[in-house]
């Protein structure tokens, strides 16, 4: 059976699945979910995964959610000797360790400031702001330490898909990094050097500027955390 992905289009953590599954070369089906009709939100979905969150991956019947876990099992079950998961202890845990902090801090930070008021009834605000210089001045200080070409080795790893995917979007909202001299190259590095997975970040991101420029309408979404924003007719 082929491997069914339940994923959005323009969300950093589906990208990163799809990017890890392409660059494997494990053939999968991709199932858009559609957010704003909030396919999520059903209970045949929780039925997949009762966090409501996307992606989730069912491999013949095995549902998983969490795509930090999803890129860590295709790459255990599928490709178990691939260097994008790299076996020896301390290179898995380099790699384990920026996959948690993309997911703890990055991401969080990131996506609060750029993807959370795009879609819900938030502001940018300057603590907003300050968390994400935070966030990739821990991510630059990494990256100065260990003096790899990319995330977490001199090797393309399944960690550099959700980083990268993060900082696309402070691309996509036309946010300046370039002073964070390693990340800026590390990132525009990917771009070139992997043409095939960069396609797949960079038609998400025109979605995300579609978005940022025309707010979707969500007030028919009854979200159970982020607050919904009023559209006025």
């Known amino acids: 059976m082929v491997l069914k992905l339940y994923g959005v289009s323009d969300g950093p953590p589906s990208l990163s699945v799809r990017q890890a599954l392409t660059q494997l070369g494990v053939p999968f089906e991709l199932i858009d979910v559609?957010?704003?009709?909030?396919?999520?939100?059903?209970?045949?979905?929780?039925?997949?995964?009762?966090?409501?969150?996307?992606?989730?991956?069912?491999?013949?019947?095995?549902?998983?959610?969490e795509s930090n876990a999803i890129l860590q099992y295709v790459c255990d079950k599928y490709k178990p000797s691939s260097p994008l998961y790299p076996q020896e202890p301390k290179a898995r845990a380099l790699v384990n360790h920026r996959l948690c902090f993309n997911l703890s801090t990055y991401y969080a930070h990131i996506s609060a400031y750029t993807m959370a008021p795009i879609f819900f009834d938030y502001e940018r605000t300057a603590l907003g702001l300050k968390k994400v210089h935070i966030a990739l001045d821990v991510f630059e200080t990494s990256l100065e330490r260990l003096g790899p070409s990319h995330a977490a080795a001199n090797h393309l790893t399944i960690a550099d898909f959700p980083l990268i995917n993060s900082t696309m979007t402070l691309e996509a909202i036309d946010f300046d990094f370039s002073k964070?001299?390693?990340?800026?190259?590390?990132?525009?590095?990917?771009?070139?050097?992997?043409?095939?997975?960069?396609?797949?970040?960079?038609?998400?991101?025109?979605?995300?500027k579609h978005f940022a420029a025309n707010p979707p309408d969500l007030t028919h979404m009854d979200h159970p955390i982020h607050p919904i924003r009023k559209i006025i007719k």
């Open 34 to 65: 559609d957010f704003g009709a909030g396919d999520h939100m059903t209970a045949d979905y929780a039925k997949m995964n009762p966090q409501k969150e996307i992606p989730v991956l069912d491999d013949d019947g095995f549902f998983l959610s």
């Open 180 to 208: 964070y001299t390693r990340i800026y190259k590390w990132y525009n590095s990917f771009k070139q050097e992997y043409p095939v997975l960069w396609k797949i970040s960079d038609g998400a991101m025109k979605e995300i």
